[in-house]
């Protein structure tokens, strides 16, 4: 069974530029997570997902970050436009239902300079 | 509101030495609790769950942790430790109820040979 899907690896961009990220959770997931992941904290949630709702985005900073997951399966996080500060690690995550474990891809490094 | 506090941020121990990572919570409510672990430039695994049952709970690669609710705790410990052992350990609780993952800052585990 293949995992959480996540691309790119690696992304480095200019700031003010516009960068997306993208998420295939696991088949049959019907909860997807974005976090974030400064570098020496733990991972902190920005949007959770159920099927194409979302359903807690109270982290996500609405100025510059969006996100979507139009059909409920696969997700696309933007930022734009970029500043130095969002230099981290956006995680991807999903789980199958509400207490379930969560799974998570290998994430997206960000780097803007 | 919840919260996971990890005292040690690193903890370097001999390889085949025993080795305790600890956790505590704070919630109002009944928590599920989850450690995971980070290998360099990977995402998170999970090792193992608390969600009922058996305060002690067995996950991968030899590793268990107990839960204690009067001491809200959730520590990991592994009897003898492995070079293949280092990485990032992250501690993380759930309400029950609520499927937001709340981490603690992580630990890394360093083996010395």
């Known amino acids: 069974e293949a995992g959480v899907v996540q691309s790119p690896r690696y992304k480095i961009i200019e700031k003010k530029q516009p960068v997306a990220f993208w998420c295939n959770p696991i088949?049959?997931?019907?909860?997807l997570y974005w976090y974030l992941q400064n570098l020496g904290q733990g991972p902190e949630l920005l949007i959770r997902?159920?099927?194409?709702?979302?359903?807690?985005d109270s982290q996500l900073p609405k100025d510059r970050f969006s996100a979507e997951r139009l059909k409920g399966v696969d997700s696309t996080l933007k930022i734009q436009p970029a500043e130095l500060g969002d230099s981290a690690v956006y995680l991807c995550?999903?789980?199958?239902?509400?207490?379930?474990?969560?799974?998570f891809g290998q994430g997206t490094r960000l780097t803007v300079v | 509101a919840q919260s996971v506090t990890q005292l040690d941020s690193q903890v370097p121990v001999f390889e085949e030495a025993p080795v305790e990572l600890r956790c505590n919570y704070s919630?109002?409510?009944?928590?599920?609790l989850f450690w995971y672990v980070q290998y360099p430039n990977q995402g998170l695994q999970l090792l193992l769950k608390?969600?009922?049952?058996?305060?002690l709970v067995k996950g991968i690669n030899g590793f268990e942790a107990e839960f204690n609710k009067s001491q809200t705790s959730f520590h990991l410990r592994k009897p003898s430790v492995h070079i293949s052992d280092t990485a990032e350990y992250f501690c993380?609780?759930?309400?029950?109820?609520?499927?937001?993952?709340?981490f603690g800052t992580g630990t890394r585990l360093t083996i010395i040979p």
């Open positions: 997902y159920e099927n194409e709702e979302a359903v807690d």
């Open positions: 919630s109002s409510v009944s928590v599920y």
């Open positions: 993380a609780v759930s309400q029950q109820g609520n499927e937001k993952l709340t």
């Open positions: 995550a999903s789980s199958t239902r509400q207490g379930a474990v969560a799974f």
């Open positions: 088949s049959g997931h019907n909860t």
């Open positions: 608390y969600l009922s049952g058996s305060t």
